[in-house]
């Protein structure tokens, strides 16, 4: 089991910045990537970034890509995902999850609670 806690939402200004993290706990060593995953009110889960937790390779959707920026910390067993340039479409429930690398959500097995990011204009 990998146990995974989000935290850094909040409420900001279209324009500003917010960082994520995400501490993951358990059998992290089961786990090949980290991503986090997004989603809004009526909307499916939609991916944002994944990051492999070995040679740290990162992919992004093409809708954040150049505004936020995946990050890990291997001894802290955390992921980041540091959102800068924020637009009121970014609004949305924020997920990690744990598992392969890719942007599928059935790639991830675990999932944290969510942390709730708003933009506001």
């Known amino acids: 089991q990998v146990q995974l806690v989000e935290s850094g939402g909040g409420l900001v200004q279209a324009g500003g910045s917010l960082i994520l993290s995400c501490a993951a706990s358990g059998r992290t060593f089961s786990s090949d990537a980290m991503g986090w995953f997004r989603q809004a009110p009526g909307k499916e889960r939609e991916f944002v970034a994944a990051?492999?937790?070995?040679?740290?390779?990162?992919y992004y959707a093409h809708s954040v890509k150049g505004r936020f920026t995946i990050s890990r910390d291997n001894a802290k067993n955390t992921v980041y995902l540091q959102m800068n340039s924020l637009k009121l479409e970014d609004t949305a429930v924020y997920y990690c999850a744990a598992g392969r690398y890719g942007v599928l959500p059935r790639l991830y097995d675990y999932w944290g609670q969510g942390t709730q990011v708003t933009v506001s204009s």
């Open positions: 990051i492999r937790w070995s040679g740290g390779n990162t």
